[in-house]
């Protein structure tokens, strides 16, 4: 079945640090991509999504392209914040469900 | 605010108990999914309903049960609780039946279950 497979954490940067999250996934079909962000004692909120190939998301200084060709939605961000630690996920959708990854927590430090 | 409530926030129980979970969607969304949140097995899709029937099944239990009434809010039932069960369980809701581009999952903040 349809599946996300994501770079396992945690990733700890420093302020202003370049961030790149791998996301990979496997489908039959044409699923939309998201990435999802959880602030600590909070539920998922969505960050950014792409519905076809070569889309980009984004959203709050965060994007992401659907590769087809390398079944890929990487988020990146080119200076991160404090603000930004959390846990992200990255989710796909099809006709059936949305199945998320496992979740990459990100701690950003002063 | 996602729009989504979830009550309670907390819930602590003994094994062998069973507890119901509470979810009220977003005002106009349709369609409940459920997750489980556990530090090991990131986040685990339960099952969804779409206007009052059950549309998708993923990993859940024998023992758990699930039902969205006419008004569209939904209920967790998790009974004969077992240690493992502990975890956060989440409610998300949707306009559509599926979680298309256009129509992402709005999600609770969750109910923390502790089974001691």
Redesign the interface.
């Known amino acids: 079945g349809d599946s996300v497979t994501q770079m396992e954490g945690p990733v700890t940067l420093s302020e202003e640090a370049f961030l790149t999250i791998n996301c990979t996934y496997t489908a039959t079909g044409y699923p939309?991509l998201?990435w999802?962000v959880q602030y600590p004692?909070?539920?998922?909120?969505?960050l950014l999504?792409?519905?076809?190939a070569d889309d980009k998301g984004s959203n709050k200084g965060f994007e992401a392209t659907y590769r087809k060709e390398t079944t890929s939605f990487h988020l990146e961000k080119g200076s991160v914040q404090v603000s930004d630690s959390a846990v992200y996920?990255c989710?796909l959708?099809?006709?059936?469900?949305?199945?998320?990854?496992?979740?990459t927590r990100l701690t950003v430090k002063p | 605010d996602?729009g989504?409530t979830q009550t309670p926030k907390h819930l602590i129980t003994a094994t062998g108990q069973r507890v119901t979970l509470r979810c009220s969607p977003r005002s106009g969304d349709l369609s409940v999914?459920w997750?489980q949140q556990s530090l090991d097995q990131?986040?685990q899709?339960l099952i969804?309903y779409y206007n009052g029937e059950e549309r998708?099944k993923?990993n859940i239990l024998e023992r758990f049960s699930a039902q969205q009434f006419p008004d569209l809010h939904s209920e967790l039932n998790l009974s004969s609780l077992e240690l493992g069960d502990s975890a956060l369980y989440?409610c998300?809701s949707s306009v559509e039946g599926?979680?298309?581009?256009?129509s992402?999952?709005?999600?609770?903040?969750?109910t923390r279950l502790t089974v001691t």
Do not use: C, I
Not at chain 2, 98 to 102: D, E, F, L, P, Y
């Open positions: 939309s998201f999802y004692g909070e539920g998922l909120q969505l999504k792409a519905t076809k996920f989710a959708s099809d006709d059936n469900d949305m199945r998320f990854g496992a979740g | 996602s989504v999914y997750y990131g986040l899709f969804q998708a993923g989440f998300a599926t979680g298309t581009g256009n992402p999952l709005h999600f609770g903040n969750g």
